[in-house]
């Protein structure tokens, strides 16, 4: 009986003692909690990129927003996906995505689909870098040339998922209000 009372308690103590140890842990150091490799605070944009604020655009949306007649996340998604695949396959600027992995590609579309949605005036939050850290120093600097082959990309992908021209045309003022930060030589 004795050992099985030593055992009980020393059981209890250790417990005692773990659990006060995470707690100071994770009280005192929170990043032990959390990822270390987020973006510092410094590197991320300030300012919301917003392209639609037309949830009371009347007359031919009916009213609706951007996001909504783009099909909410899904028809982003998928607009987004073909994009990445107009992208990577794209004789002008593939090359910058060679050697991606598998997983790069597609945390590059979820960024894209976040920041588009955002952008949309969809639920979603961007995450990534601002664009002009996000592409600075790329091959010397992309030129006017390859960011035209991405908007012309992201112009297919949108006729390819039959989106009306009045959105067609607010997604890509949208991807050119990018050109600035972008565009390095």
């Keep these: 009986m004795k050992i099985q009372s030593l055992f009980t308690k020393a059981f209890a103590l250790t417990l005692v003692c773990i659990s006060v140890m ?8 929170p990043s032990l909690a959390v990822s270390t490799t987020t973006t510092p605070t410094a590197q991320l944009s300030a300012t919301p990129v917003i392209i639609a604020q ?5 007359g031919r949306s009916g009213g609706r927003s951007l996001y909504k007649r783009l099909g909410e996340y899904d028809g982003i998604s998928a607009v ?3 994009t990445a695949q107009y992208v990577f396959n794209d004789p002008l600027i593939g090359k910058y995505f060679i050697g991606l992995s598998t997983n790069s590609k597609q945390r590059l579309g979820e960024l894209l689909k976040a920041q588009f949605c955002q952008a949309a005036g ?3 939050v961007y995450t990534g870098r601002p664009m002009k850290l996000s592409h600075s120093g790329i091959g010397g600097g992309l030129t006017n040339e390859e960011f035209n082959a ?3 990309d992201i ?3 949108l006729d390819k998922n039959g989106v009306k021209t009045k ?3 607010e997604v890509l003022a949208f991807a050119e209000s990018l050109r600035g930060e ?3 030589r």
């Design 150 to 152: 991405f908007v012309n």
């Design 167 to 169: 959105a067609k045309n």
């Design 54 to 58: 037309y949830d009371l655009d009347s």
């Design 80 to 82: 987004i996906d073909d």
């Design 155 to 157: 112009a297919q992908a």
């Design 122 to 124: 969809g639920p979603c």
């Design 182 to 184: 972008i565009v390095e």
């Design 22 to 29: 995470v707690l100071t842990i994770f009280r005192l150091t």
